[in-house]
């Protein structure tokens, strides 16, 4: 069986990362098995995790008292998800949910930003693999925004 | 080759064998203060003695002090109203009970003789062929026209000040083929076309004319006359070097130019109504009260307008800096990759019409410039 | 050029503002079309908008057009019923060039309605007119409902594999919610073996080829269907002048090779 440093290793998220710090990283994780249903994540809790997607779907939901549920997005095999832990107050802001049985790696962000803040290299690192990860969802969240695929205003004027 | 001496008290004759044949004329006619083109029936109908004077956003019609028949460049009007219709029936349409009927309009294709007709002009209507006739989907109406014309052609002996065919290689010696060629020669008592023929029928016309064989002299005056209009335009303004125009433009679309002349630019359209080779058009649907029966109209558009652009949501060029650059652009450097030539044949049309007096070739020389800086510093 | 005259054989709504009509030809034999091409539609008394074709049935030779209600002649055609008549110019314009996919692993990018003239080129792979070493398809839309094509989707299973994305959605949705890039760009993309087929908004359009470059998928094998304001549709009237080159009759559908240069240009 792999070690988790080794499947780490395997993920474009981690590449050339050294040796000495992916077994850190790597120490502070296990592998975690969800059920359908069950919560990674909730709003308001304590963030000292975060996550890479083995197999399974995960959504990204908040919590609308008269809808129930809200999902933002879905994350799949190979995403990486939850940043909060990186950032005070270090609790989440959306819940994260398992649609079907998710297989992920849980990474301990407590132990890993404490070391962060004595090994800025390190911290250097990892922050500019988040922001990578932060900045897409930005993107495609502002293309979300557009709604490019809703109905147009209505034009004015004359036309078709 | 024009070989033969047609006196100017003798271009009724002219006009009238033309007829006699079988076609309309359409000439140049004094109008509102301006040399348009419209039916002819005589000599008389011509404006003979009158000139313009152009300039940018100006045009004024002038008493010259002899009697040339064709002693003008060009007016507003161009040969294109007949070729390509302002307003022209595409379709009728009826429906009831049994479904919809759709009839084709075949518009009556007149047997129409341009008299008059310029180097430039002549290089418009061959550029207009190459959209209309020559492509994969002709337009019809132009198609049937366009086969039905007899051309005169006239070389000009002077040029406005709005005039750069030089430029374009477009004249003012005509070089393109047409029925019959003249050239107008008035040299204090003598006043004389020198004429030739260049195909069957206008071979027909000549022969029943009262013509002479030209002499080494009547050519050389004649040669001297078209020099005279090379000479005004190669020191003109308005010369440049155009060969280069399709790769400068196409370095440009971001030019600093457009802005500025975006500001000036009133979108009015008027440079594409009065240019000879614009060909845009659009369509109208319209039905009658009850509804049962419509009809589909063409007619000319202009790039210019706000709707020309429009798709779902909006126009794809919303603004006059990108109208006045599409329409140029168009007509100097992307017509090459469509049509195999340029799109302009330096009539000035666009220049004198300008309301605001936009200089086409003035537009040319700024972005060349503004490149310029851009690269080397100022 | 006049309109033939068709009638509408089936009428159904995709979703609301939005329907497919299947047609015949009221006279002689149907013409027969490349995927990715369009005809012009008129409505009666109304006019004519361009419609990309979402199907040219071989053995049934019903016409099929999904169109979205924008304007008025959208609105007109949206309110013609079973056994009425429309005319249909056409067909127009350059289509998808599925040759090239036969040796290739075969990328069908769409974005809402830009399903319907890729529809025909899955029909071809289904039919066995076209082929494709692999093909997957990846839809996006604004949510599950209003996906062209739904009840048809799962039946193309059997020659494409398809993966979906909407901006919105419940959490039972099985596919993806988010862009399509995002599965885009979290697939393995064979770049040099890849050829490309996009059509949607022309920002998706725009960032799924980011993508697709990323991926190394070459320019070259990357197409795309433009719209621009077409009306007469044979290259005589300007409208869809897109730099050098007329939509109607050198497109919709382009090379991005080709078009590079100018789909950066605004307002061209």
Same mark, same amino acid.
């Given at each position: 069986?792999?070690?988790?440093?080794?499947?780490?290793?395997?993920?474009?998220?981690?590449?050339?990362?050294?040796?000495?710090?992916?077994?850190?990283?790597?120490?502070?994780?296990?592998?975690?098995?969800?059920?359908?249903?069950?919560?990674?994540?909730?709003?308001?809790?304590?963030?000292?995790?975060?996550?890479?997607?083995?197999?399974?779907?995960?959504?990204? /939901?908040?919590?609308?008292?008269?809808?129930?549920?809200?999902?933002?997005?879905?994350?799949?095999?190979?995403?990486?998800?939850?940043?909060?832990?990186?950032?005070?107050?270090?609790?989440?802001?959306?819940?994260?949910?398992?649609?079907? /049985?998710?297989?992920?790696?849980?990474?301990?962000?407590?132990?890993?930003?404490?070391?962060?803040?004595? /090994?800025?290299?390190?911290?250097?690192?990892?922050?500019?693999?988040?922001?990578?990860?932060?900045?897409?969802?930005?993107?495609?969240?502002?293309?979300?925004?557009?709604?490019?695929?809703?109905?147009?205003?209505?034009?004015?004027?004359?036309?078709? | 080759?024009?070989?033969?001496?047609?006196?100017?008290?003798?271009? $009724?004759?002219?006009?009238?064998?033309?007829?006699?044949?079988?076609?309309?004329?359409?000439?140049?006619?004094?109008? $509102?203060?301006?040399?348009?083109?419209?039916?002819?029936?005589?000599?008389?109908?011509?404006?003979?003695?009158?000139?313009?004077?152009?300039?940018?956003?100006?045009?004024?019609?002038?008493?010259?002090?002899?009697?040339?028949?064709?002693?003008?460049?060009?007016?507003?009007?161009?040969?294109?109203?007949?070729?390509?219709?302002?307003?022209?029936?595409?379709? &009728?349409?009826?429906?009831?009970?049994?479904?919809?009927?759709?009839?084709?309009?075949?518009? #009556?294709?007149?047997?129409?003789?341009?008299?008059?007709?310029?180097?430039?002009?002549?290089?418009?209507?061959?550029?207009?062929?190459?959209?209309?006739?020559?492509? #994969?989907?002709?337009?019809?109406?132009?198609?049937?026209?366009?086969?039905?014309?007899?051309?005169?052609?006239?070389?000009?002996?002077?040029?406005?000040?709005?005039?750069?065919?030089?430029?374009?290689?477009?004249?003012?010696?005509?070089?393109?083929?047409?029925?019959?060629?003249?050239?107008?020669?008035?040299?204090?008592?003598?006043?004389?076309?020198?004429?030739?023929?260049?195909?069957?029928?206008?071979?027909?016309?000549?022969?029943?004319?009262?013509?002479?064989?030209?002499?080494?002299?009547?050519?050389?005056?004649?040669?001297?006359?078209?020099?005279?209009?090379?000479?005004?335009?190669? &020191?003109?303004?308005?010369?440049?070097?155009?060969?280069?125009?399709?790769?400068?433009?196409?370095?440009?679309?971001?030019?600093?130019?457009?802005?500025?002349?975006?500001?000036?630019?009133?979108?009015?359209?008027?440079?594409?109504?009065? !240019?000879?080779?614009?060909?845009?058009?659009?369509?109208?649907?319209?039905?009658?009260?009850?509804?049962?029966?419509?009809?589909?109209?063409?007619?000319?558009?202009?790039?210019?307008?706000?709707?020309?652009?429009?798709?779902?949501?909006?126009?794809?060029?919303?603004?006059?800096?990108?109208?006045?650059?599409?329409?140029?652009?168009?007509?100097?450097?992307?017509?090459?990759?469509?049509?195999?030539?340029?799109?302009?044949?330096?009539?000035?049309? !666009?220049?004198?019409?300008?309301?605001?007096?936009?200089?086409?070739?003035?537009?040319?020389?700024?972005?060349?410039?503004?490149?310029?800086?851009?690269?080397?510093?100022? | 050029?006049?309109?033939?005259?068709?009638?509408?054989?089936?009428?159904?709504?995709?979703?609301?503002?939005?329907?497919?009509?299947?047609?015949?030809?009221?006279?002689?034999?149907?013409?027969?079309?490349?995927?990715?091409?369009?005809?012009?539609?008129?409505?009666?008394?109304?006019?004519?908008?361009?419609?990309?074709?979402?199907?040219?049935?071989?053995?049934?030779?019903?016409?099929?057009?999904?169109?979205?209600?924008?304007?008025?002649?959208?609105? %007109?055609?949206?309110?013609?019923?079973?056994?009425?008549?429309?005319?249909?110019?056409?067909?127009?314009?350059?289509?998808?060039?599925?040759?090239? %996919?036969?040796?290739?692993?075969?990328?069908?990018?769409?974005?809402?309605?830009?399903?319907?003239?890729?529809?025909?080129?899955?029909?071809?792979?289904?039919?066995?007119?076209?082929?494709?070493?692999?093909?997957?398809?990846?839809?996006?839309?604004?949510?599950?409902?209003?996906?062209?094509?739904?009840?048809?989707?799962?039946?193309?299973?059997?020659?494409?594999?398809?993966?979906?994305?909407?901006?919105?959605?419940?959490?039972?949705?099985?596919?993806?919610?988010?862009?399509?890039?995002?599965?885009?760009?979290?697939?393995?993309?064979?770049?040099?073996?890849?050829?490309?087929?996009?059509?949607?908004?022309?920002?998706?359009?725009?960032?799924?080829?980011?993508?697709?470059?990323?991926?190394?998928?070459?320019?070259?094998?990357?197409?795309?269907?433009?719209?621009?304001?077409?009306?007469? %549709?044979?290259?005589?009237?300007?409208?869809?002048?897109?730099?050098?080159?007329?939509?109607?009759?050198?497109?919709?559908?382009?090379?991005?090779?080709?078009?590079?240069?100018?789909?950066?240009?605004?307002?061209?």
């Amino acid at each position: 069986m792999k070690t988790i440093a080794e499947l780490l290793r395997e993920h474009p998220f981690f590449r050339d990362l050294a040796q000495a710090d992916l077994e850190f990283i790597g120490g502070c994780g296990e592998n975690a098995i969800y059920a359908t249903g069950d919560y990674l994540a909730r709003e308001n809790e304590p963030a000292d995790h975060f996550f890479v997607i083995r197999s399974g779907k995960v959504a990204v /939901e908040t919590y609308l008292p008269d809808r129930g549920p809200l999902c933002l997005q879905t994350l799949h095999d190979g995403d990486i998800f939850g940043w909060s832990w990186l950032f005070p107050p270090y609790v989440w802001t959306f819940d994260a949910r398992a649609l079907d /049985e998710v297989h992920a790696i849980r990474l301990g962000g407590k132990c890993l930003r404490e070391k962060c803040e004595g /090994e800025p290299r390190l911290g250097f690192q990892l922050m500019k693999r988040f922001a990578r990860i932060a900045t897409e969802r930005l993107q495609a969240a502002r293309i979300q925004l557009l709604d490019v695929y809703g109905q147009s205003p209505p034009p004015q004027g004359d036309t078709w | 080759m024009q070989d033969y001496v047609l006196q100017a008290r003798d271009l $009724d004759i002219l006009i009238q064998v033309v007829r006699a044949e079988g076609f309309e004329v359409m000439g140049p006619v004094l109008r $509102d203060n301006a040399i348009v083109y419209d039916a002819i029936s005589t000599a008389a109908d011509l404006p003979q003695g009158w000139t313009d004077e152009q300039e940018k956003g100006t045009y004024r019609v002038k008493r010259r002090n002899d009697g040339a028949y064709f002693g003008y460049a060009v007016g507003p009007h161009s040969w294109k109203k007949f070729l390509q219709l302002p307003h022209r029936q595409v379709w &009728k349409a009826r429906s009831n009970n049994s479904g919809i009927q759709v009839a084709e309009i075949v518009d #009556e294709a007149p047997q129409l003789a341009f008299l008059g007709v310029r180097s430039c002009e002549m290089h418009a209507i061959a550029i207009q062929d190459r959209v209309f006739v020559d492509g #994969e989907y002709q337009n019809d109406s132009y198609t049937r026209r366009r086969s039905n014309i007899f051309m005169v052609s006239v070389n000009c002996t002077s040029a406005a000040a709005s005039c750069f065919c030089t430029s374009m290689d477009t004249g003012p010696r005509v070089t393109l083929p047409c029925d019959l060629e003249m050239t107008e020669v008035i040299e204090g008592e003598t006043h004389y076309f020198l004429v030739g023929s260049e195909s069957y029928r206008g071979a027909r016309v000549l022969q029943q004319l009262p013509v002479v064989p030209s002499t080494q002299e009547h050519e050389a005056k004649a040669e001297r006359a078209v020099q005279n209009a090379v000479r005004q335009m190669e &020191k003109g303004p308005r010369n440049f070097d155009s060969t280069d125009l399709k790769e400068l433009l196409y370095r440009n679309y971001e030019s600093p130019s457009w802005d500025r002349v975006a500001e000036r630019c009133l979108s009015c359209a008027n440079c594409t109504m009065a !240019c000879p080779t614009c060909f845009c058009s659009t369509v109208e649907d319209t039905t009658d009260l009850s509804g049962t029966y419509a009809e589909r109209w063409e007619r000319w558009d202009s790039c210019f307008t706000a709707d020309f652009t429009y798709i779902t949501g909006g126009a794809v060029r919303p603004d006059t800096r990108t109208r006045y650059r599409q329409w140029m652009t168009h007509k100097l450097a992307t017509w090459h990759d469509q049509f195999g030539s340029s799109g302009c044949v330096g009539c000035g049309r !666009c220049i004198t019409w300008c309301p605001v007096g936009i200089d086409l070739t003035e537009e040319v020389r700024k972005i060349r410039e503004l490149e310029k800086i851009n690269r080397e510093g100022p | 050029m006049i309109p033939r005259v068709y009638r509408i054989e089936h009428r159904r709504e995709e979703y609301p503002g939005t329907f497919t009509l299947e047609m015949s030809a009221d006279r002689g034999r149907p013409v027969t079309c490349d995927p990715g091409q369009f005809n012009m539609l008129y409505a009666f008394g109304a006019g004519e908008v361009p419609i990309s074709i979402s199907g040219a049935g071989r053995r049934d030779g019903l016409l099929v057009h999904t169109i979205r209600t924008q304007g008025l002649v959208t609105a %007109a055609l949206e309110r013609l019923k079973e056994g009425e008549q429309l005319g249909v110019r056409g067909p127009f314009g350059q289509g998808w060039p599925l040759d090239l %996919a036969r040796d290739s692993d075969l990328l069908i990018i769409a974005g809402g309605v830009g399903l319907a003239p890729l529809r025909p080129v899955v029909y071809s792979l289904l039919d066995g007119r076209g082929r494709a070493r692999r093909t997957q398809l990846y839809y996006g839309a604004r949510r599950p409902e209003e996906r062209l094509f739904r009840h048809e989707l799962n039946q193309w299973g059997r020659a494409v594999s398809l993966v979906q994305s909407v901006d919105h959605a419940d959490s039972d949705w099985p596919g993806h919610i988010g862009v399509i890039t995002g599965p885009l760009q979290a697939s393995r993309i064979n770049g040099p073996e890849t050829i490309a087929f996009v059509c949607g908004p022309e920002l998706m359009m725009r960032f799924s080829i980011r993508v697709l470059l990323e991926s190394g998928v070459p320019a070259s094998a990357i197409f795309l269907s433009m719209e621009r304001n077409m009306k007469c %549709a044979t290259g005589l009237c300007g409208h869809c002048q897109w730099g050098p080159r007329f939509i109607c009759k050198d497109g919709p559908v382009f090379c991005y090779k080709d078009i590079q240069p100018w789909f950066q240009i605004r307002g061209l």
